[in-house]
């Protein structure tokens, strides 16, 4: 049995995750500049905090809540040159322009040894603007998803300014679970120095990443109603039901639905309106939960609570498809995916005369990416995991699984690292018991 690779055939190559970055070429960055321009700049209102006198290089950390993130990131740093590190998916059919344009590959949720120099080379080399998306994937109920612990280290070692782009309203623009359909809301950036480098030659990691993760909070739909924002588009709430997907009247998981502006329980019948002002309002009984990150942070208890009481188990057939090149997915057919504190995340398959395993322990994975619409293969539900080599997209045959599987995969580390915290501080006490 083949462990984290697959049987492919021998036309079938890698992806050299080594390759050096490019500097962005200058038409690019004045394309984009152009198309952005025209897009967005009826909608979108840029401030900029603390940055006089701030010039290229510097590292710009933004949040992440869609596509459009990426077309504000360029216009923000303009006139410099931009070198996101993107996800490799990203790069689907188009590896050389997005090389061209200055992108770094990456495979999400992985350690990549060669992150650092490529990094360094776009800082110090090319004289670049260094854009990172820390939360690794879209934010699938307008609040901030967990960052890695990493993150400050990065940025010590970097040793350049450091510049905070936040993002508020692209949420509600284009909400990840129904990025197909536009809503008619105003764009508003915040484009803040945090660090300068004497900050961070003068700080510890965890001091720098404590700055960034407050910089970094938002919550959309506070920031909806505190600035009064109106959502009128009656099929407003169409999918949020995949994202909030326990009821909390009868506690029943996965059997919501929704239609229209209604976010409804097939188990029970509840219902709820998500009204013009992005609150929940029930439409008979009580209502639980006005504030729908509220309601979601409760799943995550609900979730927390059951790994602890060693009741959380995921397993599923899934179909699988593989991406190890940036040329086209390959169909590896169906495997079984197990989710457990035991075992993390765990393919297990057959291709090619040959069986695999694909595994992924708790400890080695802070957060997952999902989909709930996926444009490169099928329009569906799906989880994505990668190795330093590999990336395997998966299909469940359960509807409506795979938040509950992004939270459970940031609660299992998290209570992981816990656990490994305790020991370490009961080794302490224990060696200087004996000192």
């Not at 459009?68 to 996800?87: G, K």
């Not at 939360?135 to 901030?144: K, L």
């Not at 393919?347 to 090619?352: L, R």
């Not at 069986?355 to 322990?361: E, G, L, W």
Request: glycine share 6%; hydrophobic share 35%.
């Amino acid at each position: 049995m083949l462990l984290n690779k697959v049987n492919y055939d021998k036309s079938v190559k890698y992806r050299n995750m080594q390759k050096e970055p490019k500097k962005q070429l200058l038409v690019f960055k004045w394309l984009t500049k152009i198309v952005s321009d025209i897009t967005l700049r009826k909608r979108l209102k840029i401030e900029k905090i603390n940055m006089d006198g701030v010039k290229a290089p510097y590292f710009l950390v933004s949040n992440h809540m869609g596509f459009v993130d990426l077309e504000i990131n360029a216009l923000c740093a303009y006139p410099a040159r931009v070198s996101h590190i993107a996800t490799l998916e990203g790069h689907y059919r188009r590896s050389l322009l997005m090389e061209l344009d200055g992108c770094i590959g990456k495979r999400k949720f992985t350690t990549d040894p060669h992150l650092i120099p490529a990094c360094e080379k776009v800082l110090n080399k090319f004289g670049a603007v260094l854009t990172m998306y820390p939360e690794a994937r879209y934010s699938p109920i307008g609040t901030t998803a967990i960052l890695p612990e990493s993150l400050g280290q990065l940025i010590k070692r970097l040793k350049h300014d450091v510049v905070v782009l936040v993002h508020h309203g692209n949420y509600l623009y284009t909400p990840f679970w129904d990025w197909r359909r536009k809503r008619d809301v105003p764009l508003y950036s915040t484009m803040t120095r945090v660090l300068t480098k004497r900050d961070v030659e003068e700080k510890t990691p965890e001091e720098i990443q404590k700055i960034i993760t407050d910089a970094l909070w938002y919550d959309e739909y506070k920031y909806q109603e505190e600035h009064g924002i109106i959502i009128k588009e009656p099929y407003r709430a169409e999918g949020l039901h995949k994202v909030l997907y326990q009821c909390p009247i009868c506690k029943t998981e996965f059997k919501m639905y929704t239609e229209g502006a209604i976010l409804g329980c097939s188990e029970c019948g509840h219902k709820w309106e998500l009204t013009e002002n992005g609150k929940l309002q029930a439409l008979d009984g009580e209502t639980v939960f006005s504030h729908p990150p509220t309601w979601y942070e409760w799943q995550r208890e609900n979730v927390r609570d059951e790994i602890k009481r060693g009741k959380y188990f995921f397993a599923d057939e899934v179909d699988v498809y593989s991406l190890p090149n940036t040329n086209k997915f390959i169909d590896i057919g169906k495997a079984k995916l197990t989710h457990s504190m035991e075992t993390g995340f765990l393919i297990e398959g057959h291709y090619n005369g040959e069986d695999y395993k694909i595994s992924r322990p708790v400890a080695g994975m802070y957060g997952v990416h999902i989909e709930y619409d996926y444009c490169y293969i099928r329009p569906e539900e799906c989880v994505q995991i990668s190795t330093m080599d590999d990336t395997f997209i998966c299909y469940p045959s359960k509807k409506n699984q795979v938040t509950k599987l992004s939270l459970a995969t940031e609660e299992l580390y998290k209570i992981k690292q816990e656990t490994k915290r305790i020991r370490r501080q009961a080794r302490l006490e224990k060696r200087e018991e004996n000192e």
